[in-house]
């Protein structure tokens, strides 16, 4: 049984920085793409970031440059570093997991089949 619990969001001002984790447990890291995804009042899922070997490591366009995501799979653990925080990043974020893309985008919802419980993030002007 996968589980993904993410942590370390928080409100910050415009120009700052968070790191989120996401506790990972039950994954197989033979095949795997762990990602971010997050989602705004009244916007759809957006994905934010992908890194594994069954994905590249890839950044959705409103976050390249500013993020950065990386795993470190002796602690079963992904995090989500940003930087440069402007209100309009301010969501809901999810860690999310799939072995199986199937020829899917990483950066859509659809093959992920576990998720997190969400971790909010403020960012104010």
């Known amino acids: 049984q996968k589980r993904l619990v993410e942590s370390g969001g928080g409100s910050v001002q415009a120009g700052g920085s968070l790191r989120l984790s996401c506790a990972v447990s039950?994954?197989?890291?033979?095949?795997?793409?762990l990602a971010w995804f997050r989602q705004g009042p009244g916007k759809e899922r957006e994905g934010v970031a992908t890194i594994g070997n069954i994905c590249s490591t890839s950044y959705g366009k409103n976050v390249q440059g500013r993020f950065t995501i990386s795993q470190d799979i002796a602690k079963n653990t992904l995090y989500l570093q940003m930087n440069f925080l402007k209100p309009e990043d301010t969501a809901m974020y999810y860690c999310a997991a799939t072995t199986a893309l199937d020829g899917s985008w990483p950066l859509g919802p659809r093959k992920y089949n576990n998720w997190g419980q969400g971790t909010q993030v403020t960012v104010s002007s």
């Open positions: 039950g994954l197989s890291y033979t095949h795997h793409c």
